[in-house]
């Protein structure tokens, strides 16, 4: 894809011909966002709109590829499963969970103890992308010990202090409308509002990586959800 993995662009590496930092890349407000409802949006076309339900079982940032209109694709299907339904015979397309192990810190934590492939599994790993995606932090970041994880983390902040989470360039942005001279700009209401849609973007990062499979959304509720804070951002002005 013409704009490499949302890896690269969530966290750049050095190049390795000089040594030097590569260019800062920097993903807009609404560019994070469409990023997501992109992979919400493959989600919910393998989960319901597959004649044959698939789980991809890998779903992390290296997987999303970035086409250049920076619309998200879902990339590498060796790990993915049918599901088998329930008009099927039990004996047919099991969806074991042996020898799946997914990619630590993106694999659901019911994969560990043996539990079957599910629709669940890829909610869980795309809550923990989405919180990456705006709070710019891996799961496997080194802060996370002693029980703590991204889930926990962004759950803690929920909701009064969720700014103080958000990736960095996220956060300027924030500031910028605070102080910005421009009366639309600066608009407490205006301001307000894409706070409220941020917080609202954590809570669905944190209900999809809930422990327990059954408190996940489900991919149809995700992408609605995030499409309605895309419409109220663009409303705002936000670009």
Same mark, same amino acid.
């Given at each position: 894809?013409?704009?490499?993995?949302?890896?690269?662009?969530?966290?750049?590496?050095?190049?390795?011909?000089?040594?030097?930092?590569?260019?800062?890349?920097?993903?807009?407000?609404?560019?994070?966002? #469409?990023?997501? *409802? @992109?992979? %919400?949006?493959?989600?919910?076309?393998?989960?319901?709109?597959?004649? &044959?339900?698939?789980?991809?079982?890998?779903?992390?940032?290296?997987?999303?590829?970035?086409?250049?209109?920076?619309?998200?694709?879902?990339?590498?299907?060796?790990?993915?499963?049918?599901?088998?339904?329930?008009?099927?015979?039990?004996?047919?397309?099991?969806?074991?969970?042996?020898?799946? #192990?997914?990619? *630590? @810190?993106? %694999?659901?934590?019911?994969?560990?103890?043996?539990?079957?492939?599910? &629709?669940?599994?890829?909610?869980?790993?795309?809550?923990?992308?989405?919180?990456?995606?705006?709070?710019?932090?891996?799961?496997?970041?080194?802060?996370?010990?002693?029980?703590?994880?991204?889930?926990?983390?962004?759950?803690?902040?929920?909701?009064?202090?969720?700014?103080?989470?958000?990736?960095?360039?996220?956060?300027?942005?924030?500031?910028?409308?605070?102080?910005?001279?421009?009366?639309?700009?600066?608009?407490?209401?205006?301001?307000?509002?894409?706070?409220?849609?941020?917080?609202?973007?954590?809570?669905?990062?944190?209900?999809?990586?809930?422990?327990?499979?059954?408190?996940?959304?489900?991919?149809?509720?995700?992408?609605?959800?995030?499409?309605?804070?895309?419409?109220?951002?663009?409303?705002?002005?936000?670009?």
């Amino acid at each position: 894809m013409v704009n490499g993995s949302l890896e690269e662009w969530l966290h750049p590496v050095p190049r390795q011909d000089d040594g030097q930092a590569e260019e800062m890349r920097k993903l807009s407000l609404l560019s994070r966002l #469409k990023i997501a *409802i @992109g992979i %919400a949006s493959a989600l919910d076309y393998l989960h319901c709109g597959c004649h &044959t339900p698939m789980v991809h079982c890998d779903i992390k940032p290296s997987n999303i590829l970035l086409d250049g209109d920076m619309i998200a694709h879902v990339g590498d299907f060796g790990l993915a499963r049918f599901i088998r339904q329930a008009s099927q015979p039990s004996s047919s397309n099991q969806t074991s969970s042996i020898a799946i #192990k997914g990619s *630590i @810190g993106y %694999a659901a934590p019911e994969y560990g103890y043996g539990a079957e492939v599910s &629709t669940f599994g890829d909610m869980y790993s795309f809550g923990i992308v989405l919180l990456e995606i705006f709070t710019g932090k891996r799961p496997t970041d080194d802060r996370f010990t002693n029980g703590l994880n991204l889930h926990n983390y962004a759950k803690m902040a929920l909701p009064e202090q969720v700014m103080e989470i958000l990736e960095p360039t996220l956060l300027n942005f924030i500031e910028e409308l605070t102080i910005t001279n421009d009366a639309r700009a600066g608009n407490p209401v205006r301001i307000c509002k894409v706070q409220e849609c941020l917080i609202s973007v954590v809570r669905i990062g944190v209900l999809c990586s809930s422990e327990a499979a059954r408190e996940r959304k489900q991919a149809s509720d995700v992408l609605r959800e995030l499409q309605l804070v895309m419409n109220i951002l663009v409303g705002t002005g936000v670009h």
